[in-house]
């Protein structure tokens, strides 16, 4: 399955049923101009190989998750802003925030996540991406 990903491309792995998240991704994916970005749900099969070979603990992450198979895995307010360095202007501005150290953004983040099935909700199931947007998802 991470096979599946072409080297030029990032994975983002997101939680399926979060609305924010789910947000997230549409968000990115409409601000994608370079089309740099493809997307799968930590819930996926996918997710599962990524979880195990970075061994991640799935009951401690409330993150997403940026892959590739140069750079690695990336988490929480490193791989938001990450995603933002390649979004267009001026998402890209977003950078700036690199200067507060991680400990601080992952703070912030970490409440962000914590709270976040209260503030936005969550679905049932993972989203299911429409027929136009499934060539940017991996199964």
């Given at each position: 399955?991470?096979?599946?990903?072409?080297?030029?491309?990032?994975?983002?792995?997101?939680?399926?049923?979060?609305?924010?998240?789910?947000?997230?991704?549409?968000?990115?994916?409409?601000?994608?101009?370079?089309?740099?970005?493809?997307?799968?749900?930590?819930?996926?099969?996918?997710?599962?190989?990524?979880?195990?070979?970075?061994?991640?603990?799935?009951?401690?992450?409330?993150?997403?998750?940026?892959?590739?198979?140069?750079?690695?895995?990336?988490?929480?307010?490193?791989?938001?802003?990450?995603?933002?360095?390649?979004?267009?202007?001026p998402r890209s501005l977003m950078t700036v925030f690199f200067i507060v150290p991680t400990?601080?953004?992952?703070?912030?983040?970490?409440?962000?996540?914590?709270?976040?099935?209260?503030?936005?909700?969550?679905?049932?199931?993972?989203?299911?991406?429409?027929?136009?947007?499934?060539?940017?998802?991996?199964?």
């Amino acid at each position: 399955m991470i096979q599946a990903l072409p080297k030029h491309k990032q994975l983002i792995l997101f939680d399926g049923i979060c609305n924010l998240c789910n947000a997230s991704v549409l968000y990115v994916i409409k601000h994608d101009k370079a089309n740099r970005f493809m997307f799968a749900p930590l819930q996926s099969e996918v997710g599962k190989q990524i979880i195990q070979k970075f061994n991640v603990d799935p009951t401690k992450t409330d993150s997403i998750l940026l892959y590739s198979e140069e750079k690695g895995l990336t988490v929480k307010s490193t791989a938001a802003l990450h995603i933002a360095k390649h979004l267009s202007f001026p998402r890209s501005l977003m950078t700036v925030f690199f200067i507060v150290p991680t400990f601080i953004r992952n703070w912030v983040y970490d409440f962000v996540a914590k709270n976040r099935y209260k503030w936005y909700g969550k679905k049932d199931a993972c989203m299911i991406p429409t027929p136009e947007l499934k060539a940017k998802f991996l199964a």
